[in-house]
């Protein structure tokens, strides 16, 4: 399985964005089946660069592959998917190195972005899709009222979601980690939670994860990220809960403002691809998502969207599809 953990040590010279970027060199990266030490020197660049490289990310989705025919006609969820010219998707547009929305052409990049992009050029033969956003507390009812019929959104696949819908993967993992202040001092791991007044997503494995390993912090729940990093930045709570990879992108985006403290805590967290329930979209997306992995686009999408922005070099294994 792969995970993302930021170390704790930051960079002291922080005068430029990229600069503050250099705080990921401490992130340890686990692969699938069986955990890797923290990265070495050689794992990792001090020369990083928050912004994606859209020309490298536009070269991945154009050149990914298209399903003959009959592998399409084959499916009756990708068929309905090709009929109608677009994939349409579940997601968001502030998430930093998952799904972002430029600020300059409008357009939506990332890795699950380009995860979805590429899928929707394996069905139509164009990268085709269209954008509802979703929250994490919405994401099941978008795919149960057929406004979408697929989400990427740093997915965690849970029993009880697997009762509203189905899911495809995993096609990544992670943790759960702790953002706070970059003046905060007394806070450096999940134990001094307790007391503390803790923000989390509504919706998400957050608030049972704070409970069950902070029992005595103070849960408060927001319905997006940027509601959250602004209670934290105003002083409103203590600390943020969620998965590592999202307050990564938040460390990236404000690097004057944040840090990760201590060490990944709570179960290991898959991402799925949400498909509708009862349908037969998660075979056909699960045997793409294998190709994806085999042919090396996984590892490339990964590098652009995630690798080059946080000087990892080392590209983490995929975790085994169920």
Not at 84 to 91: D, N, P
Not at 181 to 204: E, F, H, R, W, Y
Request: net charge negative; hydrophobic share 40%.
């Amino acid at each position: 399985m792969s995970m993302f953990a930021l170390g704790t040590r930051l960079s002291k010279k922080v005068a430029t964005t990229a600069a503050a970027v250099m705080v990921v060199t401490g992130l340890a990266v686990v692969a699938a089946c069986g955990e890797a030490p923290a990265p070495s020197a050689s794992s990792t660049s001090s020369s990083v660069n928050p912004d994606l490289d859209t020309a490298a990310y536009t070269k991945i989705i154009d050149g990914g592959e298209t399903a003959d025919s009959a592998t399409v006609e084959g499916n009756a969820w990708a068929k309905a998917v090709k009929d109608a010219g677009v994939l349409k998707v579940g997601g968001t547009k502030t998430s930093t190195l998952f799904s972002l929305q430029s600020t300059s052409d409008n357009q939506v990049r990332g890795f699950d972005a380009g995860l979805s992009q590429l899928l929707a050029k394996y069905i139509i033969g164009k990268s085709n899709t269209e954008l509802t956003v979703v929250d994490s507390s919405t994401r099941e009812s978008v795919l149960q009222n057929g406004t979408v019929n697929s989400v990427f959104a740093t997915y965690s696949i849970t029993d009880e979601r697997k009762q509203k819908i189905d899911f495809a993967g995993p096609y990544y993992v992670s943790q759960q980690a702790i953002l706070v202040k970059k003046s905060t001092n007394d806070i450096s791991g999940v134990k001094d939670l307790d007391g503390k007044k803790v923000g989390v997503q509504a919706g998400s494995t957050g608030p049972d994860v704070v409970k069950e390993n902070a029992p005595k912090a103070t849960v408060q729940e927001f319905q997006t990220d940027d509601e959250i990093t602004q209670a934290l930045r105003q002083g409103r709570i203590d600390a943020y809960v969620v998965d590592q990879t999202l307050l990564l992108g938040d460390v990236v985006k404000n690097p004057n403002d944040f840090k990760i403290v201590g060490e990944p805590f709570g179960d290991k967290d898959p991402y799925g691809i949400g498909l509708p329930k009862g349908s037969d979209a998660a075979e056909f997306v699960n045997a793409w998502l294998k190709k994806i992995e085999a042919d090396g686009t996984w590892a490339k999408l990964w590098k652009v969207a995630i690798g080059d922005r946080t000087g990892v070099t080392e590209v983490p294994t995929p975790p085994s599809i169920e």
